[in-house]
């Protein structure tokens, strides 16, 4: 029995080890020879690094480096990529503890999977072609995507737990699923108007994200999108959305108040469930369907804002919720149209068409002739009338003349006491008009300090008793809001500005980013606003200067600090996108330095002996 035993354990680890040779196995790396210093290269290939350097080039000529090539080197804190490698394999940093820089990525087309997992690498700069962005180190705090990716791939992002904020360009079009999920102290996230999708997930879990714009562009955002984002107080959607997936704001229990776009027709399964907090809700009529759990756990939903007749007027009814009839932007103001034709019928009182009778009396054209018949069958009850010349017979006319003479009479007869009587009887007849909805002719707006802006609110129906108004912000430290509407930026933000019926506390917001615009950019010896100027600096050849850590962006609480970089002869002395100079020979270059918002300049002389 033991023979037996050994035979089937000796079988086992041959079978093991063959088969650890199988999927390991690469013909290149059979033939890989190491150079002096450790690199195994065959067909431009980088194989594996097998060097003890703690700073490592990457040779000249690679233009791969294949999976797992730097697997579990402990001894490795920098890696210079060489500008010919255009591809990186899955995997190939795992492991590298002490590797903190990257540099050179610029150039790379492929980056494979987990390339940077289990690293200190806190920063990598991506160019990648318009393509996307599939993994980034875990441990980044701040992330830069480059001008040319159009898409933010699954997981990109994934659970980058120290990352705050991220600056994504013009250039993204698509946001996939989870590419940020589980970013939990992520806080500021800028989408543009270049974005049509944002996939499932994408910024599940980030916790700390307490309000997003999602620009007008895009037209679907996926299950779960923003789900369990706690910190979420202010979310602007865009006016044309047609989709928002199940789960999309679950759990966002900060959210009090929200407007569903006017073309959104479903609100899906716990589509906004467990929001404790949300006691709102703006529904326009395109809404047809409305799922049980769409509200699941919101406690707190009170009103709903509402058209009447619809769908979500019937869910209010049914759920023994407050409703707020509202007019909606779609249908074209369909409440407003038919109220200038109650407004028009008052004046049109059929008092002016009992005046307008005594106009009848046909006794001058009598006198003046005879012969127009026309004026006596005007008059049939006036039948004795076509003899008046020849008889008394217009005493009949002086008879009915005292029935509309009252008036030469008031002093001598109470009759004109009626009269006066009945003129202030009509004046409560005509009963209040109520508020129906009120809009603002903005709902998102972006102003730099100092600025204002005229908010106008547009009260329905236009004939409404009660047309006060109050105004408010929800923070006055980042933007103010007059009596009036008038809107003034303060300071760098968000403010939700709200108007407020006093006839139904019906409401409409405008939410307003407020953003603080660049004064001033400089080189300064220390780096900070108080130090000298850095004019002019002198550079080896092969040696570098990170320049950017002379500049100084005022004021110090600018919005966007973004800088761009200009070498007046990058023979002389190259720069990066990052500032960093690098001298190439001898001469003299100026180095420049541009800020994206108000194109700011300022330069440094650069001297290569």
Known sequence: ?????????????????IFSIAINYNPLRVFAIADANGFDVVDGILLSYNGTDTIVNIPSGVTKIADYAFIDNDKINTVNISPSVTEIGDLVFLNCINLTTISGTNTVVKIGNMVFQNTKVSHVVYSRNGLTINYVPKNLTTFDIPSNVDTIGAYAFYGCKLMTSVSIPESVEFIEAAAFYDCSILDNVELHSSISEIGESAFFRC?????????????????????????????????????IGSYAFFNCISLETITVPICVSILDEMVFGGCIKLSSIYIPPAVVTIDLTAF????????????????????????????????????????????????????????????????????????????????????????????????????????????????????????????????????????????????LNKTTATLRIPATLQLVATIYPTNATNKLLTWSSSNIKIAKVSSTGKVSALAPGLAQITVTTRDGAIKATCVVKVVQPVTSVKFTKTGKASGATLAAAVLGRGKVLALAGFVVVGPANASDKRVSWKSSAAQVAAVSSKGVVKGIKKGTAFITVTTVDGKKTAKCKITVG
């Open 1 to 17: 029995m033991k023979k037996l035993y050994r035979k089937l354990t000796a079988v086992w680890l041959v079978f093991a080890i």
């Open 207 to 243: 916790e700390k994200l307490s309000s997003i714009i999602i620009p007008e562009s895009v037209k679907k955002i996926g299950t779960s999108a923003f789900s369990s984002c706690k910190a979420l107080t202010i979310v602007t959607l865009p006016k044309y959305l047609k989709s």
């Open 296 to 439: 699941d756990g919101s406690s707190a939903l009170s009103t709903i804002y509402c058209e009447y007749g619809s769908s979500a007027h019937t869910y209010a009814v049914q759920h023994s919720l407050d409703f707020v009839l509202t007019v909606f932007e779609v249908p074209p103001t369909p409440v407003p149209t038919p109220t200038p034709a109650v407004t028009a019928t008052p004046s049109m009182s059929p008092t002016p068409a009992v005046t307008a009778t005594p106009s009848m009396s046909p006794t001058p054209n009598v006198s003046s002739s005879p012969t127009p018949s026309p004026a006596v069958t005007a008059t049939p009850s006036m039948s004795p009338t076509p003899n008046p010349s020849s008889s008394p017979t217009p005493s009949p006319a002086v008879t009915a003349t005292p029935s509309m003479s009252p008036t030469p009479n008031p002093s001598s007869s109470p009759t004109p006491g009626p009269v006066v009587t009945a003129t202030p009887t009509m004046s409560p007849t005509p009963s209040p008009v109520r508020v129906k909805g009120v809009a």
